[in-house]
T-cell receptor, first 117, second 109 residues
Framework: DTGVSQNPRHKITKRGQNVTFRCDPI?????LYWYRQTLGQGPEFLTY????????KSRLLSDRFSAERPKGSFSTLEIQRTEQGDSAMYLC???????????????FGPGTRLTVL | DAKTTQPNSMESNEEEPVHLPCNHS???????IHWYRQLPSQGPEYVIH???SNVNNRMASLAIAEDRKSSTLILHRATLRDAAVYYC??????????FGQGTRLTINP
């Protein structure tokens, strides 16, 4: 399978613990996005990387959240001191460098479902 | 972010065409109209996009109004596997996707 992969698929943690999620984009996709989705809502943008550079961060990304993309390949999203409000599906997407800038087709992974008890 | 308006839900029958509307009255000249869908328990999936002209691909057709203030996603022959939440999104370049509530499509056998 050459799609976007995310690990783990499910994570249950206690309030106050730190968690880290990993996203492996499609090979050679230079753009990588993180979104968060709560039940019954559409996904909300968190942050965006072009290669290893983090180009945009949402206001939703508080100082407890940090994302990295070393070497422009896989990415990690860490949440420190988790709160119950962090419970959500965390989605990763990637898109290729395309000379047609309009073609921003994003390929999504299956997501990591976080439950904070 | 330019906003879109979609009906909360729609229902159709298997093997019939489905027309999913989207209003985007504040669209700018550089906004592309993208459609994604999200099947149950999966991440969103790209369906189609366009700028001014109508577009066709293997999944669907996109009809764009002449003034670009509305568009319609057309599924020519719905199957049960098309039951999903469909999102209409205005996109500029490599920017983030701003999802609304979308339209929950139910397909009856």
């Amino acid at each position: 399978d050459t799609g976007v992969s995310q690990n783990p698929r499910h994570k249950i943690t206690k309030r106050g613990q730190n968690v880290t999620f990993r996203c492996d984009p499609i090979s050679e996709h230079n753009r990588l996005y993180w979104y968060r989705q709560t039940l019954g809502q559409g996904p909300e943008f968190l942050t965006y990387f072009q290669n290893e550079a983090q180009l945009e961060k949402s206001r939703l990304l508080s100082d407890r959240f940090s994302a990295e993309r070393p070497k422009g390949s896989f990415s990690t999203l860490e949440i420190q001191r988790t709160e119950q409000g962090d419970s959500a599906m965390y989605l990763c997407a990637s898109s290729p460098r395309d000379r047609l800038i309009s073609n921003n087709e994003q390929f999504f992974g299956p997501g990591t479902r976080l439950t904070v008890l | 972010d330019a906003k879109t308006t979609q009906p909360n839900s729609m229902e159709s029958n298997e093997e019939e065409p489905v027309h999913l509307p989207c209003n985007h009255s504040t669209i700018s000249g550089t906004d592309y109209i993208h459609w994604y869908r999200q099947l149950p328990s999966q991440g969103p999936e790209y369906v189609i996009h366009g700028l001014t002209s109508n577009v066709n691909n293997r999944m669907a057709s996109l009809a764009i109004a002449e003034d670009r203030k509305s568009s319609t996603l057309i599924l020519h022959r719905a199957t049960l596997r098309d039951a999903a939440v469909y999102y209409c999104i205005l996109v500029q370049g490599a920017q983030k996707l701003v999802f609304g509530q979308g339209t929950r499509l139910t397909i009856n056998p």
